[in-house]
């Protein structure tokens, strides 16, 4: 599968930004998805994820509250919106996914590329 991820960018603090990320291929229904995030200088880390279905989600002690996962299986895309956003939220974002019911929040097996997510104070 392959990823694309959109609708990053520069957002003041307390604002909302929602991210997508699109797949390719037929069996999307089929993959777990999550975001990840990541600063320069410190590794990835998971964010949020989302069970193939969308029954099921997860999210990090420091987006629980604010952010919400979501996915459409018709339009091949999963969803990141992002609420009362901080200056520490700042990071580049990544989409993954992995060909099982729940996603791997260590190391999917699939990677689409970042967009970048500015919080300014």
């Known amino acids: 599968v392959q990823l694309q991820a959109f609708g990053g960018g520069l957002v003041q603090a307390g604002g909302s930004l929602r991210l997508s990320c699109a797949a390719s291929?037929?069996?999307?229904?089929?993959?777990?998805m999550g975001w990840f995030r990541q600063v320069p200088g410190k590794e990835r880390e998971f964010v949020a994820g989302i069970t193939w279905s969308g029954d099921r989600t997860n999210y990090a002690d420091s987006v629980k509250g604010r952010f919400t996962i979501s996915r459409d299986n018709a339009k091949n895309t999963v969803y990141l919106q992002m609420n009362s956003l901080k200056p520490e939220d700042t990071a580049v974002y990544y989409c993954?996914?992995?060909?099982?019911?729940?996603?791997?929040?260590?190391?999917?097996?699939?990677w689409g590329q970042g967009t970048q997510v500015t919080v300014s104070s």
């Open positions: 291929g037929r069996t999307f229904s089929m993959y777990a």
């Open positions: 993954a996914a992995d060909n099982s019911r729940v996603l791997d929040t260590t190391t999917p097996q699939h």
